[in-house]
């Protein structure tokens, strides 16, 4: 496989696994558990909009690899059906652990193969997820997301204020509220915001503390600070889950009206490997399966920067 000849292969989206099949003697490529998947992006300009591309653990290499394929049909059918897996996936470990484990968000390909079921979300929706923190408070800043902007603000909290001003609370989360309630006495919540107004989530450089940021109304933003223990994982975990589960409503909706107007889908895609590419220097640790939307942001460049790299590629070996 060159750098400008792709190889044919059929994608199939099965359970949780990526199957790349030959569609010609039907022989695996490549077998990617989704868990192992950290990122994926579409190209959306340029006509760019059937260039689909994932960065995933190498297990060979112990190193992200990222993955680039040209799609026979617009790219987008692939994040939603990769969301609907990751969807299913949390709902089941919620159910056995009846705590949110680390994982990734993936979405079926084809609504016949893997079928929205609203029932696969119930248990997310249905449940309270609590957890003890400290409340450290509140304060008003300049932009929607951006680790540099939580990390600010979670050290001026830390430096603002003492450890004996922290209030001890709980913090209850749900697929559309979060609520910060006294531990003790019940009184109106100390503070309270609507899941779907979440624009930024994120575990500080010290790894006890957890922030969020949401958008209050006429571009104000709003930047949330709490310690937690043993550390932030499960509080973040938790608060990503209930994000996740507001993004697949919007996607159960958008997938019905597509589907009404454009009839049944197809369980299968026919796509083409443009390339993959090793990433030698990797943020993350090749044992962990850990994935902070507070980095998905950078990332989904990076996929970007991929597909324009291939397309100059493309064009200078065939001019």
């Known amino acids: 496989m060159s750098s400008n000849e792709g190889q044919n292969m059929v994608m199939i989206l099965k359970k949780d696994t990526m199957s790349l099949v030959d569609p010609l003697d039907h022989s695996l490529i490549h077998s990617q558990p989704i ?31 990222c993955h680039v394929f040209r799609c026979d049909v617009p790219a987008k059918a ?21 705590s949110i484990t680390r994982s990734v968000t993936l979405e079926t390909i084809s609504p016949e ?29 300049s932009k929607p997301m951006g680790m540099d902007i939580l990390n600010t603000t979670i050290e001026n909290m830390i430096s603002t204020t003492l450890r004996e001003q922290w209030t001890e ?9 979060l609520t910060v309630q006294h531990r003790e006495v019940e009184e109106e919540p100390i503070w309270q915001g609507q899941v779907r107004y979440v624009t930024f989530i994120g575990i500080g450089k010290d790894p006890h503390t957890f922030a969020l940021i949401m958008d209050t109304g006429k571009q104000c933003f709003q930047c949330t600070v709490f ?9 973040s975990e938790a ?9 697949q409503k919007c996607v159960v909706s958008t997938s019905s009206r597509m589907k009404s107007k454009s009839g049944p889908g197809r369980s299968l895609l ?23 939307k507070s980095s998905g942001t950078s990332k989904r460049r990076g996929v970007m920067a991929f597909f324009e790299a291939f397309k100059q590629r493309h064009v200078r070996h065939n001019p």
């Open 270 to 292: 026919k796509i083409k490997r443009t390339a993959s590419v090793d990433s030698p220097i990797s943020p993350f640790s090749s044992a962990g399966h850990t994935l902070q």
């Open 239 to 247: 608060v990503q889950a209930a994000c996740m589960v507001q993004y």
């Open 35 to 65: 868990i192992n998947i950290r990122v994926w992006g579409v190209g959306c300009n340029n006509g760019r909009d059937r260039d689909f591309a994932f960065v995933a653990n190498d297990k060979d290499t112990c190193m992200l690899k």
């Open 113 to 141: 193969d893997l079928p929205i079921q609203v029932d696969i979300l119930d248990t997310v929706r249905e449940s309270i997820q609590r957890h003890e923190v400290l409340y450290l408070g509140s304060m008003p800043v």
């Open 169 to 177: 609370a709980v913090i209850e989360v749900t697929d559309t509220v």
């Open 78 to 98: 692939i994040a939603s059906a990769l969301h609907d897996m990751c969807s299913k996936i949390m709902s089941e470990k919620a159910v056995a652990s009846n």
């Open 227 to 235: 310690w937690c223990e043993p550390d932030a994982g499960h509080v």
